[in-house]
């Protein structure tokens, strides 16, 4: 079974659709990138699966289970996800180790002790090991999205939601986080992922999928989008940014 489903999933916003009868599934371990110019949906879909948009047409399943469904239960569906935003969104007042064990702790009940030891366990895993006391402000944007993409994953998530997490970064930044996104596919993450990065999006993704006006265009493995779209529109976008 998929871990996510969508299936002809329409989104209107002031009576203007955004997203328009999108299909798409996402199976266990896989990376799935969503690709196209601003304005295309990529944001809108994602917060579709999150719950953080209502559908007006289609069905999300999450591991099977209709999450669109209005009976369903909102927080128990976002504890199953895990979602990065291009801005950091830390809590300011939190130490790092608070951050990371926020969730965890009041959403999960995991006891404080547990909590922080897997939150050090995840901070040394990608190099953060010493900044477990430190403060966001006291971080560079870099560090600061590595620890909101770990605060993600201390929960366990089914499936990891990244939403542009680079385009906010100094260039030299850009890389530090491209790594721990990488490492995240090695170790069996399922993700899905919008990226103006396509070096970065051709070498991780297993899927690609190309949105335009709202329409899912054109999906594929990497090879296949990079190097032979078929379709006119995803030719276009990617002589456009290549
Ligand atoms: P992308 O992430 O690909 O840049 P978005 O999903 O953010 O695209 O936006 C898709 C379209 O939906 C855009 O035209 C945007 O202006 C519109 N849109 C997104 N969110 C809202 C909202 N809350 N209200 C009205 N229009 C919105
Ligand atoms: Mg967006």
Known sequence: MSVLTIEGVWKNF?????????????????????????????????????????????A???????????????????????????????????????????????????????????????????????????????LSGGQQQRVAIIRALATQPRLMLLDEVTSALDPELVLEVLGIIRELKESGMTMILTTHEMGFCRDISDLVCFLDGGVLVEKGPPEQIFTSPEQPRTQEFLRSVL
């Open 14 to 58: 002031h009576g203007h659709s955004v997203l328009r009868g999108i299909d798409l599934e996402v199976e266990s371990h896989e990376v799935v990138s969503l690709i196209g110019a601003s304005g295309s949906g990529k944001s809108t879909l994602l917060r579709c699966v999150n719950l953080l948009e209502t559908v007006d047409d289609g």
């Open 60 to 138: 999300i399943y999450l591991d099977g289970e209709e999450i669109t469904d209005p009976r369903v239960n909102i927080d128990q569906v976002r504890r199953r996800l895990g979602i990065v935003f291009q801005s950091f969104n830390l809590f300011p007042h939190m130490t790092v180790l608070d951050n990371i064990t926020l969730a965890p702790r009041q959403v999960h009940g995991v006891a404080r002790a547990q909590a922080e030891e897997q939150a050090h366990g995840l901070l040394a895993r990608f190099g953060l090991a010493e900044k477990a006391k430190a403060y966001p402000d006291q």
